[in-house]
T-cell receptor, first 111, second 114 residues
Framework: GQNIDQPTEMTATEGAIVQINCTYQTSGFNGLFWYQQHAGEAPTFLSYNVLDGLEEKGRFSSFLSRSKGYSYLLLKELQMKDSASYLC????????????FGTGTRLLVSP | EAQVTQNPRYLITVTGKKLTVTCSQN?????MSWYRQDPGLGLRQIYYSMNVEVTDKGDVPEGYKVSRKEKRNFPLILESPSPNQTSLYFCASSPRAGQGFEQYFGPGTRLTVT
């Protein structure tokens, strides 16, 4: 089975940097996704990591350490529109494309 | 426009009245999936489909049925809805099963069963 842990809620200030952590335990790892979800809307894809290291996409970066079962999403130059929930999802290799989602981290960006 | 559509977006129904939530994608994706999202529990997979006529159970399949007769459509059927199926439902699709393919989500269907 899989277990994914994320902080429930975080707050940060506009223009700042925030790091959202995700730890996971899985019987077989085959990739980790980060999604953004605004309240009442569909999740949208942010990043994908399957190898150790940092993936950078503009203001967003995601890091993975497979040996530690750990990932983080780094958001730079925070904007008000970044207020949303951030979902960590892990795919295991025991089922095709089976994604298991964490409960999400709600980020509130204040002026 | 490439998208996943769901209908209806909102539905209030009564216990035991059969309903179907439709899902359609126009991206020729092989893989489709249904999730439900509940406060404190996150997104949980109900059923998924690898391709036409190939479906399998996810983590919470009880009380749901699906079918995949055409590539683009993946309806979710609740034969006898109960109040514990009140939830926000998302359909998702991706090009195919396999490493690295992100899932594209529909706009969601908010279902209330009284």
């Amino acid at each position: 089975g899989q277990n994914i842990d994320q902080p429930t809620e975080m707050t940060a200030t506009e223009g700042a940097i925030v790091q959202i952590n995700c730890t996971y335990q899985t019987s077989g790892f085959n990739g980790l996704f980060w999604y953004q979800q605004h309240a009442g809307e569909a999740p949208t894809f942010l990043s994908y990591n399957v190898l150790d290291g940092l993936e950078e996409k503009g203001r967003f970066s995601s890091f993975l350490s497979r040996s530690k079962g750990y990932s983080y999403l780094l958001l730079k130059e925070l904007q008000m529109k970044d207020s949303a929930s951030y979902l960590c999802a892990v795919r295991d290799n025991t089922g095709f494309q089976k994604l298991v989602f964490g409960t999400g981290t709600r980020l509130l960006v204040s002026p | 426009e490439a998208q996943v559509t769901q209908n209806p977006r909102y539905l209030i129904t009564v216990t035991g009245k059969k309903l179907t939530v439709t899902c359609s994608q126009n991206m020729n994706h092989e893989y489709m999936s249904w999730y439900r999202q509940d406060p404190g529990l996150g997104l949980r997979q109900i059923y998924y489909s690898m391709n036409v006529e190939v479906t399998d159970k996810g983590d919470v399949p009880e009380g749901y049925k699906v079918s995949r007769k055409e590539k683009r459509n993946f309806p979710l059927i609740l034969e006898s809805p109960s109040p514990n199926q009140t939830s926000l439902y998302f359909c998702a699709s991706s090009p195919r099963a396999g490493q690295g393919f992100e899932q594209y989500f529909g706009p969601g269907t908010r279902l209330t069963v009284t």
